[in-house]
């Protein structure tokens, strides 16, 4: 009996800490994760109806603190044309996890109708591109935002259903953003997108994959030390979740004294070293 009850507390605790590749349960209807960066601090709003099956990834891997300590690994913000293009992340700084959650594919979205458009300040799940690169498949943790206009991507499969928001100042702005959903105005996402055109840019595309996967931080930071780091990811507001009723809530006092509290306080310190 006691090794049954050990076994369960270890799978118990892999599932909290996110190394588990398991199909992730079905999340909120709307969220809000807080990005803490080396850049700065931004808010994004997700939304299951765009996209329920990125959503419910999204929201296990923020839960579980899978993104915490990982790099800004593929910034590019002049692609091939000229233009701005994306920034991505979403590889952990321990490769096991990486290999955990990498084994555990995404489908295609069955409507990708409802999704938004890839255009500036939109947030998807990278995926692989098929042979002729018509279409695309198997997205699993990486995730970019666009810097630009990229809506081409949305025919391929690439599915939009966050939007990044600037960090808000009180619990009752935090509230309004959870209630009523992204401001997309462009006064908005200019200045939500601040931290993210600070992000390292200068070594693009050009990095070794399969030694990301395989050594993660250990690898990056030895060979390309001066990417921009995500220092967290976390939800810091939730609504109409599994069994609420429908309800709207938040993060408890306690748990938003390291999350959203700390956002505020890092969105300030980053705006007067602006």
């Known amino acids: 009996m006691a090794m049954q009850t050990m076994v369960c507390l270890v799978v118990a605790l892999a599932l909290v800490v996110g190394i588990s ?14 990005m803490r960066m080396s850049t700065g601090a931004a808010l994004v709003v997700a939304e299951r109806a765009r996209a329920p099956l990125a959503a419910d990834r999204m929201y296990a891997l923020a839960k579980g603190g899978v993104f915490d300590d990982s790099r800004f690994f593929r910034v590019i913000r002049n692609d091939t044309a000229g233009t701005a293009f994306v ?9 096991e996890v990486t290999a955990r959650w990498l084994a555990d594919e995404l ?9 938004y458009s890839n255009t500036r300040g939109t947030i998807a799940f990278g995926a692989e591109y098929s042979e002729d690169r018509s279409s695309t498949c198997c997205r699993s943790i990486e995730m970019y935002i666009n810097y630009a206009d990229n809506s081409r991507l949305d025919a391929l499969g690439f599915t939009a259903f966050a939007v990044v928001q600037p960090p808000v100042a009180s619990q009752a702005q935090l509230d309004a953003l959870l ?23 200068g070594y693009g595309e050009n ?10 931080n250990a690898y990056l930071d030895a060979e390309r030390p001066l990417m921009s780091h995500l220092l967290s990811f976390e939800v810091v507001a939730e609504s109409s979740a599994p069994g609420s009723g429908g309800k709207t809530t938040t993060m408890a006092p306690a748990e938003r004294t ?3 509290l700390t956002l505020v306080a890092f969105a300030l310190l980053y705006s007067q070293e602006a």
Request: hydrophobic share 35%; net charge negative; no cysteine.
């Open 258 to 260: 390291a999350s959203t």
């Open 179 to 201: 209630a009523d959903g992204p401001d997309t105005t462009r006064t908005t996402l200019d200045m939500a997108m601040a931290p993210f055109e600070a992000l390292y840019a």
């Open 107 to 115: 489908p295609n979205e069955v409507d990708g109708s409802v999704a």
């Open 87 to 95: 920034a991505q992340w979403g590889t952990p700084g321990n490769p």
């Open 207 to 216: 990095f070794d994959w399969d030694a990301m996967y395989a050594s993660g």
């Open 21 to 34: 590749g398991a199909p992730s349960p079905r999340g909120p209807d709307r969220f809000v994760v807080s």
